[in-house]
């Protein structure tokens, strides 16, 4: 059963700030705030009531990639990046680097985002089916690039 | 712990409404029969928890019944909040919209329900409610309905009285039954 989400708001909160702000510095409420949304989005369809805290972790960090890559596009600027290293994130986008956007994106959904097929579905407006499609081709290819 | 600022909170809160993520909104009031708890669903009010209660039991409930998308809004729930200290500080009766989906007895629903229509400022005792729900002999029962409103306040079970006149027992203690009466400027013995 999936605790109340405001419940883990108000006991993580705090920390997923801080965790927001080493990422992106002074657009950590921007990042957070998306990052809570983005939550609510997936929450009622996550497949187990685990490990939530690390959840939104993760949540919060892909968010702060995101806005990090969105703010890169928009500015050109000299500045290093702000977004600080994530080990196993970096990993993991380094793994999926080579497959086409909708692959990609379907693992994140999968893998970063934590949805089961029918959220993927929903995420991608795809059937359940195109969805598992989808993630098991792409693991395959990456499987057999590292065969 | 600092807790987030309380315009992120509620900017999230707000966009999760507009995007109809939310299952269920609560806030927290200050009132003079302590801190109360209320919680609406898409339909109307589904739940109020006294202090003494506790909170995270009622807001795990709400989730059960209506879904985890359950998210804390003092901005999303101004009218609602506005309507209770109305009704707190000058005495003006509550027409707040009322989701009993939490209560599932079929005979406790309408006891509920009848119990809805006893104005501010009248009471009615527990056998004359049963009788009103339907069944005259089932006085007892009515008085586990009101002992487990889970919308107390809004659905007055504090304007039910035994057949003595006396205060009789309250879900939320005695001492808050009698400062709602005394409140809605009714006495008793």
Not at chain 1, 34 to 58: F, I, T
Request: proline content about 6%; charged content about 25%; hydrophobic content about 40%.
């Amino acid at each position: 059963m999936l605790p109340p989400f405001w419940t883990l708001v108000e006991t993580h909160g705090d920390e997923l700030l801080a965790h927001a702000r080493r990422l992106a510095g002074d657009a950590a409420e921007d990042v957070l705030q998306d990052a809570l949304l983005r939550a609510l989005r997936a929450y009622p369809r996550l497949r187990h009531a685990e490990h939530l805290r690390a959840w939104l972790y993760r949540v919060t960090t892909t968010t702060a990639i995101d806005h990090h890559r969105r703010a890169r596009r928009e500015v050109v600027t000299d500045e290093p990046p702000v977004v600080a290293t994530y080990d196993t994130h970096d990993d993991f986008e380094a793994l999926i680097s080579g497959l086409n956007d909708t692959a990609q994106v379907a693992l994140r959904l999968r893998f970063v985002d934590d949805l089961d097929y029918d959220g993927i579905a929903s995420e991608l407006g795809c059937s359940v089916a195109a969805a598992r499609q989808r993630v098991s081709t792409a693991v395959r290819t990456i499987r057999e690039s590292y065969a | 712990m600092t807790p987030l600022p309380e315009s992120l909170l509620e900017s999230v809160a707000a966009a999760a409404v507009r995007e109809g993520l939310a299952d269920a909104l609560y806030t927290r009031l200050s009132t003079p029969i302590g801190r109360l708890l209320v919680v609406s669903g898409p339909d109307g009010i589904v739940r109020v928890a006294f202090e003494s209660e506790r909170e995270d039991v009622a807001l795990a409930e709400v989730a059960a019944a209506l879904g985890p998308n359950v998210i804390g809004s003092d901005r999303e729930l101004a009218a609602s909040r506005d309507a209770l200290s109305a009704y707190f500080e000058g005495g003006e009766a509550l027409h707040l919209p009322v989701d009993l989906r939490l209560t599932h007895a079929p005979f406790r629903r309408a006891v509920l329900e009848k119990l809805r229509e006893v104005p501010l400022g009248e009471t009615v005792s527990y056998g004359e409610l049963a009788a009103r729900a339907g069944n005259p002999r089932a006085a007892r029962a009515v008085g586990t309905a009101c002992a487990r409103n889970p919308v107390p306040i809004i659905v007055p079970c504090h304007r039910v009285l035994p057949g003595s006149g006396k205060l009789g027992s309250y879900a939320g203690g005695p001492e808050r039954k009698r400062t709602l009466l005394n409140l809605e400027g009714v006495t008793s013995r």
